[in-house]
DNA sequence: ATAGGGTTAG
């Protein structure tokens, strides 16, 4: 501000030499005694101009930038709306306030152009406050002065920053006032973002459906917002009408299955995505990576890391990429692997970190899960909500109850961050697990957010553990309120029930489910063979072409359990039947029949890993443990919460799970 | 100028 003095202000009053390219009609009249510019003089002054535009697109800092506008005032094309714009839009590229300089050299402009003016409201959109780059939209309109479609797109893509939909619908309007700009594509698609980003996927299908011409932008802002909402159907149908799909279409269609719980169509686009011709980035490596990591196919998994090396988005120089192969090889049962790649990564972030501390807690190594956690503060990556759920969850699986009461005070005090839902659902599950039932109801009862279907579901798991159908009755009362429709919840008391011989109260429940017309999900084991291949077991199968061999291993590996002293766990199979049948029913577990499976078809060194939708029971524990100390592999369980890796008749989870 | 971005509990 003080740098631009009276004297240059004096300089700036002085008119023009030359009619820059933008005057308006309301320009000062020429002073008609000012001599006629020679054509080699105006030659002179368009070369000129481009050197300095040339020259203000390198400037690195404010001082540059002055240095070019002096000698732009020196040359007397301080009224030449072209360069004076190219200025504004460098400051603003330099994040220099716009009140501070930029507003000023406005201010001294006679007759501002469009162009002029769109950079400054661009520059107030970018920066903040809305409200001034609305204002000055106001002052242009008022000024007579036609707005250009950048304009619009600039005031949009404010509004979608700050998610104001109100005032995007009164510029939508103001477009559709003036006339011809809505059926503009750049204001269409930013029209179309700015309602997705609020979430009016209608009003983004209206704008969508009534431009005259759309391109694949238009296509992938709208698959991009089905796709978000859960609706993949509509997401393929708009996928499918795109005669051009270029990489990020691909990758919107991608992301959307593995965001969608579908990873096997996530991976079957992205190899048609490279039977297309089409390249590929680390935006769709990393949703890859994801769907790989939601599959637990680790041999994929492999493939796709080495595809990334080879494609240039290696783990070490790539945050994107390294930070979802953490995630990956943590929930593929490789907390290891995980850890090679967080060592050999480059530069780490919060998502770096938050992704290694959250594998370690999914594996129970709380103590590697607490260190990692002070390592990041003494490194100075802030920490955010997703990596404390990461370090409580650590602590959670290790019993730690003292140490996670510590880090959940550390959040608010020392971090700033509110704790959230979430949050407390750790606490809970913390408390619940160490066998501090009652404690657990208390924080419910007196934390200051509402309590949701999580936090009820953590005191429902714990009373699962402790046998507790008292306190199991408390929660699944809100339970059955706030999920009425989870079956999971349901199924989980009459297994609390069973547990405590309360066959007409299991009943009951079972009542409840059939005249909701819940289905109980059936229960899924998957193991890979050693080439890669996936395979499926039901609980119960017979449908596996294997499936009478992989009985009779099953059966054959029990008995010599059984000389070694394995005793079935009855109390796992929930129904009230005789003894024998209860054992009949847990031979029929799908876990037990992929680890059967493996034993017939892998080699000896090869880590079996099954990976299982629904919790592990007792029983089945207690095979897994047995049997690798009898068979001498390492297993490695994934059930719904967290992994188990069986060594020498040893579990990570120390059978606290 | 406008489109795709990873880590979360029971």
Not at 58 to 86: M, N, P, W, Y
Not at 194 to 216: H, I, N, Q, S, W
Not at 339 to 363: C, L, P, Q, T, W
Not at 572 to 591: F, G, N
Request: glycine residues 6%; charged residues 20%.
């Amino acid at each position: 501000m003080v740098s631009l003095s009276k004297k240059l202000i004096k300089t700036l009053r002085r008119p023009a030499i030359l009619i820059p390219q933008f005057y308006e009609p309301k320009a000062p009249a020429l002073d008609l005694q000012e001599p006629f510019i020679p054509v080699s003089k105006l030659q002179e002054t368009k070369l000129l101009e481009a050197q300095l535009v040339s020259i203000l697109d390198s400037c690195i800092s404010l001082t540059e930038i002055k240095r070019v506008h002096a000698h732009i005032i020196r040359k007397g094309l301080d009224q030449c709306s072209f360069l004076l714009t190219k200025l504004v839009r460098v400051l603003c590229k330099l994040n220099t306030p716009i009140d501070t300089y930029a507003r000023l050299i406005f201010s001294q402009v006679y007759c501002p152009n469009p162009f002029l003016y769109t950079a400054i409201i661009r520059g107030y959109s970018v920066q903040g406050p809305l409200e001034k780059a609305v204002f000055l939209y106001g002052q242009m309109r008022r000024d007579d002065i036609l707005p250009v479609s950048f304009t619009f797109t600039a005031l949009l893509k404010a509004c979608t920053g700050v998610l104001n939909v109100d005032l995007g619908r009164q510029i939508h309007g103001q477009s559709l006032k003036i006339g011809g700009f809505v059926q503009d594509l750049f204001v269409g698609n930013t029209l179309i973002d700015m309602y997705v980003k609020c979430g009016c996927l209608d009003f983004a299908r209206r704008v969508f459906d009534e431009l005259p011409t759309r391109d694949v932008i238009s296509f992938t802002a709208l698959i991009v917002a089905y796709a978000k909402s859960g609706d993949m159907v509509a997401a393929s149908e708009l996928f499918d009408r795109l005669p051009v799909k270029d990489m990020v279409a691909w990758t919107a269609m991608v992301t959307g299955f593995a965001q969608n719980a579908q990873p096997k169509e996530a991976l079957e686009y992205f190899e048609k995505m490279q039977n297309s011709g089409v390249n590929t980035d680390e935006v769709t490596l990393s949703s890859v990576i994801s769907a790989c990591a939601q599959l637990g196919a680790i041999k994929y998994a492999n493939w796709v890391r080495d595809f990334a090396e080879k494609s240039g988005f290696g783990l070490t120089d790539n945050v994107l990429v390294g930070s979802a192969l953490i995630d990956m090889y943590s929930k593929c049962g490789s907390v290891e692997d995980a850890f090679k790649v967080f060592e050999s990564m480059k530069d780490r972030n919060v998502f770096s970190y938050s992704s290694m501390i959250g594998g370690f807690a999914m594996h129970g190594c709380a103590r590697e899960a607490i260190e990692l956690f002070e390592k990041m503060m003494k490194v100075e990556v802030k920490p955010n909500k997703v990596t404390f759920v990461g370090v409580l969850a650590a602590c959670s699986h290790a019993g730690l109850v003292e140490q996670g009461q510590h880090f959940f005070g550390m959040m608010e005090n020392g971090c700033g961050i509110k704790p959230s839902v979430d949050h407390y659902t750790c606490m809970i599950d913390l408390l619940g697990r160490a066998g501090r039932l009652e404690e657990a109801l208390e924080l419910i009862q007196t934390m200051p957010i509402e309590p949701n279907g999580s936090i009820w579901g953590a005191l429902l798991g714990a009373c699962r553990i402790h046998r507790n159908p008292k306190v199991a009755e408390i929660a699944a009362k809100q339970l059955f309120q706030l999920e009425p429709d989870g079956i999971g919840n349901y199924v989980l008391l009459s297994h609390i029930y069973a547990s405590a011989g309360r066959w007409e109260d299991v009943s009951r429940v079972r009542k409840l489910i059939r005249a909701k017309r819940l289905i109980k999900t059936p229960s899924l084991s998957m193991v890979e063979d050693e080439n890669g291949g996936l395979h499926n077991f039901y609980s119960d199968d017979t449908i596996h072409p294997e499936s009478k061999l992989i009985k009779q291993t099953l059966q054959d590996l029990l008995k010599r359990l059984k000389v070694h002293g394995y005793q079935p766990i009855l109390s796992s199979a929930p129904y009230d039947v005789s003894d024998e049948e209860k054992e009949r029913i847990l031979l029929t577990h799908s876990e037990k029949l992929a680890l059967a499976y493996s034993l017939l078809t892998t080699s000896a060194n090869c880590v079996i890993r099954i990976t299982k939708n629904l919790r592990i029971c007792e029983d089945c524990h207690s095979v897994m443990s047995r049997a690798s100390q009898l068979t001498s592999r390492e297993i490695v369980v994934r059930d719904n919460l967290r992994f188990h890796h069986f060594r020498k008749g040893i579990c990570s989870c120390g059978d606290f799970w």
